[in-house]
């Protein structure tokens, strides 16, 4: 018995001692982010056995908004906070991350290793580079070639925004009750974020000077007024019962988003619709983003190397990527993992069409784009004019021109 | 020997002092909490934010990092199409909204008393029931039934534009509700329907309250049911319509909810269209991240709503404490 005992408390305080030595670290994520990360983990624990990691998360809008909170007191931040595309420029801006690009962490040294644009994405005007990108959402092209195939368009025809409307009088022509597009605005906006120029941001010039009465922006906005003044659009607004009852319906012809909508379809929004749909790149040559995620370490953080160490994990290791990949269908940001056999599959969704492939040439084709810290009420206020132009049939030059001044006036 | 002499009254002094200290103090350790929480959740962030309407932070560069900038935040807002934009929807949703809730309430309250003896609290409760109801779930059904091509109110007025009497002043087309120039007509229907059962219950109360002979006396001198709502209810409920509605101008002037679900938070392309001052000024702090120019909007805010109610006082303030007594 005494035996037993001596024996139970060595292993106790042994057991103790590797406790002791086992450092948690906390990770604040969102959904379904955290599917990815879960898929991740079981291979770092295995390198790394005493480094123990902590998840906690909350949906989308919440996680940024605590996380903001967080940085403003400097309490409650995690060691690890994912951060999503609409907030890394006003997070890179701030001053509450670590600038990765200094030692320890010399980022540098794995810069090129991913998808060159999210680099862009991640780094503040004064040069700080404060987020690791994990995924990444290439702008994409979707259609439902029964509907299409029904109405004579050869998907092709489609890849000039002239060709683009055509088919969509066709599509009208056959059947009133199906539209080109849910909405004109998604035309708008897939030319203003995939037709940036060199050096420039979406609204602003290299010089932080208001562009958004540029030709870009007149082109976007006519584009979509074409489409909505020939009635080939269904008014219908993103993310609401209605969005997902078109696509259920098949009363939505084309749609323009990031790879990821794929996964939603399927998963959720309209997973009777397997086999209809195929993708292509977008017309007239452009390329944009449309989404991505991103792994930044809190100033506060108390445990930085084991962050940092989890990170690298995360956004470096091939294997891990694409366990994520595999988890959620996140397009992987590191090029390296873009090469695995996977990607050349045909995706069943899509009725076997090798899309991967698609959506890798299109990433690698992606101009990066520079982040300003007022980028989110620019595209407010262009989201307003555009809105006024559709919907209420405002001259666009006018509308450009009123958004610029309160644009301009926002800048202090 | 001396000690034990000496340590009996030693003793009760000490318990003495114990209890004087006990009378002396427990009641203000009572008292303590309301003080602590509102110093902590009520003063304290009052006074910081009169304080941050006088410097430029982003909350996103840390505690402490701010700067002073005088009145900047001030003559800003105050020169910002968009707060104006936003007070202009406050105003008008106050309006639209916060009549028709008395409009309705009053002679609803008034047959609720009359007609329903049996029936007066579970119809009560019924009316009161979208006070009470989560906003989220609100936003959810709302959105469904504000739906353009299946929503229920547009499937109606299409059937009601069918018939002779309101075919020529309604649409013909489905309207569509999310647009700048009509969410506001729908946050009103939404603030509407969830308000006028509390106003409801308001009124229900002082028309309870008010003597029984009162109406036995007029219906001997011949009066009939609206004479005696017209003559006897309505001066009788003066002062709570004062109460009632200085509650209604400080909610819908803070109105913030509804608009902000029904708007998806700002993310709604009609967001300019129907975003109140309140819902504009947490966007400022927490989209922005301009947390001195939100500061200073509440602050206008305060004044307005504080302008308001002492015109609403001068107005029928008085009346009513008059006709009450």
Do not use: C
């Amino acid at each position: 018995m005494k035996k037993i005992a001596v024996v139970l408390l060595a292993a106790l305080a042994l057991g103790g001692m590797v406790l002791a030595q086992k450092k948690v670290i906390t990770v604040g994520v969102f959904p379904n982010l955290d599917d990815a990360i879960k898929a991740q983990l079981p291979g770092f624990n295995k390198l790394y056995p005493n480094i123990e990691v902590k998840l906690v998360t909350l949906q989308y809008a919440d996680h940024h908004n605590a996380l903001t909170t967080a940085l403003a007191t400097g309490q409650g931040l995690h060691d690890v906070e994912a951060i999503e595309i609409g907030f890394v420029g006003r997070f890179a801006e701030g001053q509450g991350f670590e600038d990765l690009n200094k030692p320890p962490y010399n980022a540098d040294l794995y810069k090129k290793l991913f998808t060159p644009y999210t680099i862009a994405q991640a780094t503040s005007a004064d040069g700080r580079f404060i987020a690791m990108p994990v995924d990444i959402g290439p702008g994409t092209f979707y259609y439902r070639k029964d509907i299409l195939d029904k109405a004579g368009v050869n998907p092709s025809s489609m890849m000039t925004w002239n060709g683009y409307i055509e088919a969509g009088k066709k599509i009208k022509a056959m059947d009133k009750n199906i539209f080109l597009i849910a909405n004109a605005a998604d035309v708008a906006w897939i030319n203003i974020f995939a037709s940036v120029g060199a050096g420039e941001g979406y609204y602003f010039d290299k010089s932080g000077k208001v562009i958004v009465d540029s030709p870009r922006f007149v082109r976007a906005f006519e584009l979509a007024k074409q489409i909505r003044d020939a009635g080939l659009d269904a008014k219908i607004g993103a993310w609401t019962n209605e969005w997902y009852d078109g696509f259920k319906k098949g009363t939505v012809a084309t749609q323009f988003s990031g790879a990821w909508l794929q996964g939603h379809l399927q998963n959720w929004m309209a997973p009777e619709t397997k086999g209809l749909w195929r993708v292509q790149q977008l017309p007239e040559g452009l390329y944009g983003s449309w989404g991505g995620s991103f792994y930044g370490i809190p100033s506060a953080s108390k445990n930085k190397a084991e962050a940092w160490t989890l990170i690298k994990y995360l956004t470096t290791n091939r294997a891990s990527q694409i366990a994520a990949f595999k988890a959620i269908g996140a397009f992987p940001a590191l090029l390296s993992a873009q090469t695995d056999p996977v990607f050349e599959e045909g995706v069943d969704f899509l009725g076997g069409q090798k899309a991967r492939v698609l959506w890798r040439e299109a990433a690698r084709k992606i101009k990066p784009v520079e982040a300003n810290k007022y980028d989110r009420i620019a595209n407010e206020i262009i989201s307003t004019a555009l809105s006024q132009v559709l919907d209420e049939g405002k001259d666009i030059k006018a509308a450009l021109a009123e958004a610029k001044a309160l644009i301009e006036r926002r800048m202090r | 020997m001396q000690r034990s002499s000496t340590a009996p009254p030693r003793a009760v002094s000490r318990q003495m002092r114990w209890s004087n200290l006990q009378r002396r103090w427990a009641p203000y350790v009572f008292v303590s909490p309301f003080f602590i929480l509102f110093l902590v959740f009520g003063l304290y962030p009052t006074l910081f934010s009169l304080y941050m309407s006088f410097q430029s932070w982003s909350q996103t560069d840390g505690w402490g990092h701010w700067k002073f900038v005088g009145l900047e935040n001030y003559s800003f807002t105050l020169t910002d199409p968009m707060f104006w934009r936003a007070m202009y929807n406050t105003v008008w949703l106050g309006v639209v909204s916060g009549l028709p809730q008395h409009l309705l309430a009053i002679p609803l309250a008034f047959v609720i008393h009359m007609g329903l003896s049996r029936f007066k609290t579970f119809t009560s409760a019924v009316y009161f029931l979208p006070y009470i109801t989560s906003t989220v779930a609100i936003a959810l059904i709302f959105n469904t039934l504000f739906s353009t091509q299946k929503g229920v109110i547009n499937q109606t007025l299409a059937y009601l534009n069918t018939l002779p009497l309101f075919g020529w002043f309604l649409p013909d087309e489905n309207i569509n509700w999310f647009l700048n120039s009509t969410i506001k007509w729908g946050i009103a229907l939404v603030v509407i329907w969830k308000y006028t059962g509390w106003n409801t219950l308001l009124y229900l109360s002082a028309i309870q309250a008010i003597p029984r002979e009162l109406y036995e006396a007029a219906s001997v001198d011949g009066a009939t049911r609206w004479q005696q709502f017209r003559f006897v209810t309505l001066p009788l409920l003066r002062p709570m319509m004062f109460f009632a509605v200085s509650l209604t101008i400080i909610g819908n002037m803070q109105l913030f909810e509804e608009p902000f679900v029904l708007l998806n938070g700002g993310a709604s392309s009609a967001t300019q269209g129907g975003q109140t001052v309140a819902m504009y000024m947490f966007r400022t702090a927490f989209e922005w991240l301009e947390m001195g120019t939100a500061a200073s909007i509440a602050w206008l805010l305060f004044a307005f709503i504080a302008v308001l109610t002492i015109i609403n006082n001068l107005a029928f303030g008085r009346a009513a404490q008059g006709r009450g007594d």
